[in-house]
């Protein structure tokens, strides 16, 4: 008999995370779009028979402009960028850059929660009525301040006729704290998996 997956793990990836989220929620023969492959880390250990990948450098698709007619997909696993880059200068950002595809990555929270806002309506025209949307996100800390991404992007996903299903907390390590400063928040070690079905109809609001 499998482990239960549990709502809060220390999951070695994001591939072991959506292994565990597919025991749950996804079947091999549901079509799945992945507007935000990267270098498909997802996908390494567990894959659907029928996948549609994009992403900006791999085929210059935006995931804020699908080029799929509305209702395709019975799930879509949106994996934005979800930091802002001008809040966390560290030497992990380059390399976000190059797996995102990243040309023009807003510097400020509010310009990072809009590019996820604006996939999230395009995710959702992509979705069948009912199907399932994961949608990674985290809370942060930028230039000094609390920054609820998390928060955010419920909101707008509620907004949109979403149902939230499910919640998952990635645990993770922590980044050293920078010399020289003073902590004064709570260091971030998690990030989190929505898990949201569409409406059942092709209503958008």
Not at 51 to 66: A, P, Q, T, Y
Not at 160 to 184: C, K, M, N, Y
Not at 187 to 198: A, I
């Amino acid at each position: 008999m499998s482990a239960p997956v549990l709502a809060a793990t220390a999951w070695p990836t994001n591939a072991h995370l959506i292994e565990d989220v597919a025991r749950l929620y996804l079947k091999p023969d549901m079509l799945i779009l992945d507007p935000t492959f990267g270098r498909g880390i997802w996908w390494q250990r567990w894959k659907p028979n029928r996948i549609i990948i994009h992403d900006l450098k791999l085929d210059g698709v935006d995931f804020r402009n699908l080029p799929e007619a509305d209702g395709t997909f019975d799930a879509v696993a949106f994996d934005p960028s979800y930091v802002s880059v001008g809040g966390r200068k560290t030497t992990t950002i380059p390399d976000m850059h190059n797996r995102y595809g990243l040309t023009d990555a807003p510097t400020s929270p509010a310009g990072v929660q809009a590019d996820i806002d604006a996939g999230l309506k395009e995710m959702v025209r992509v979705l069948k009525p009912g199907g399932i949307l994961l949608t990674k996100c985290q809370d942060y800390i930028s230039s000094g301040k609390f920054f609820p991404g998390t928060h955010y992007t419920l909101t707008t996903a509620l907004s949109l006729g979403l149902t939230l299903i499910d919640r998952l907390e990635h645990l993770s390590g922590v980044r050293p704290q920078p010399p020289g400063r003073r902590q004064v928040h709570s260091r971030r070690n998690l990030s989190t998996l929505f898990v949201f079905k569409g409406a059942l109809s092709h209503d958008r609001r």
